[in-house]
């Protein structure tokens, strides 16, 4: 194989051509990809347990998803939406409105990424409450944007010398028992925080991961949800819940807010949306989401017809391959593992999360007051080794997140975990 084509030279070329500031975990170069498997430009081969963080609930190149797209091709790629129209962006509307959990009544908006589905989120937010204050939790992610940097309540790497950022954000702790946050820890912050911060009448949203991502995977208990719902009722604030991570069955139900019984008034959903394509959406009461003027809300490239028939593509496929029932049992295949291996290092602090969305938190000798940063990145980088895609995550740098396609087969998501055994053998020396 000629030098040009190897990782190495890509690698140099990316040094000499691509910002810094766009970090890359592994030095390989995708050349293919089909479902859960992946093959760099040397014809290495790896297992995907990251998705493309979350993005491929149904794999790399899911057939049905890949067809859509064709057929969407040959009619036309774009038109903008606000200049002329097109029944995809329609259909998938109706869709998501029938499918985001509550009785009432909803509207969907359409656009690109995340950080866009959450920027607006909060300018509807402000629209229909006339206020201007919103609550965030410490250790959510919500974007790189200016807004979403704001309400991200993890500084390094997102924030660092970003700043100063849009004001009236604040944060409050997530609750977390392993990490020594209670319920009640958190909503005591809540009631400091109207008490000295802001007054409840000027907050216009309190926005929380259901399950929280780059955080660390913590999920959110039903009551906390339920009291929170219950907080913003009494006080005319909306509860916005952000499953950009989360949603489409990666957690065993179609939105992780689900297992709380609650209607959300704002729901923000990207990544697993269009099954690699870029889309996200703002999904919300009516009421709420008709607040904003014609003309306020809206982008370019905003609900592509491509990914949109990609979209439409990937809820099919959500329903004929029950992918809420393969998340439930890929993550009790993952967990049982991670049991076994739990007992025999002493590394491993704790395993948690619903569904498919599970997270193996490292420390020293069971502590959960001392994470082992350092042991979390070798093993990221011996199990890249061995051809084996992790990613880590959290606050304290010290967790391991398992993000398999849904549409992994239990064999392969098995040489997976044996491959982190491997992985996890060397990194400990």
Same mark, same amino acid.
């Given at each position: ?36 498997? *992946?093959?760099?430009?040397? +014809? ?5 347990? #990251?998705?493309? $963080? !979350?993005?491929?609930? /149904? @794999? ?48 969907? *908006?359409?656009?690109?990424? +995340? ?5 607006? #989120?909060?300018? $509807? !937010?402000?629209?229909? /409450? @006339? ?299």
């Amino acid at each position: 194989m000629s030098q040009s084509a190897s990782n190495k030279a890509w690698q140099a070329r990316r040094e000499a051509a691509v910002v810094n500031g766009v970090g890359t975990l592994l030095p390989v170069f995708i050349e293919r990809a089909q479902n859960a498997e *992946l093959w760099d430009v040397e +014809g290495n081969r790896y297992i995907d347990f #990251a998705s493309g $963080i !979350a993005v491929l609930n /149904t @794999g790399h190149n899911h057939p049905k998803v890949v067809a859509a797209v064709r057929a969407q091709l040959e009619k036309f790629s774009h038109t903008c939406f606000q200049v002329t129209p097109y029944p995809g962006y329609i259909e998938l509307a109706e869709k998501l409105n029938a499918l985001v959990p509550g009785p009432t009544p909803k509207r969907t *908006l359409f656009l690109s990424t +995340g950080a866009e589905a959450v920027e607006n #989120a909060i300018k $509807i !937010a402000r629209a229909h /409450t @006339g206020r201007s204050g919103t609550i965030a939790f410490k250790g959510g992610f919500h974007g790189r944007t200016m807004m979403g940097m704001a309400l991200t309540g993890k500084v390094v790497p997102y924030k660092t010398g970003f700043g100063p950022f849009p004001g009236e954000v604040y944060h409050l702790p997530f609750p977390s028992d392993y990490l020594g946050v209670s319920e009640a820890d958190a909503l005591a912050a809540l009631d400091l925080c109207f008490s000295s911060d802001i007054e409840p009448t000027r907050v216009a949203a309190i926005i929380i991961e259901p399950v929280q991502g780059e955080g660390g995977f913590y999920p959110a208990s039903a009551s906390f949800m339920q009291r929170l719902r219950q907080l913003c009722d009494q006080h005319g604030i909306l509860l916005i819940c952000d499953e950009i991570q989360s949603g489409f069955c990666r957690t065993g139900k179609t939105f992780a807010t689900e297992y709380a019984g609650i209607e959300p008034d704002i729901m923000t959903l990207a990544k697993s949306l269009a099954g690699g394509f870029p889309l996200s959406a703002v999904v919300g009461k009516a009421e709420v989401m008709n607040a904003a003027k014609p003309g306020g809300l809206g982008g370019t490239y905003a609900g592509s017809p491509i990914a949109c028939a990609a979209a439409l593509a990937v809820l099919e496929v959500i329903e004929e391959e029950q992918l809420n029932q393969r998340a439930n049992t890929q993550g009790e295949q993952i967990k049982a593992r991670l049991q076994q291996l739990a007992e025999r290092f002493d590394c491993i602090g704790d395993i948690r999360g619903p569904g498919a969305m599970v997270a193996m938190e490292l420390v020293k000798q069971r502590d959960a007051a001392r994470p082992d940063a350092d042991l979390t990145k070798r093993l990221v980088a011996e199990a890249g080794k061995r051809g084996l895609v992790l990613l880590a995550c959290g606050v304290r740098a010290n967790v391991i997140r398992f993000l398999a396609p849904l549409t992994a087969s239990p064999a392969l998501v098995d040489e997976g975990l044996d491959l982190l055994e491997q992985a996890l053998l060397a990194a400990q020396g």
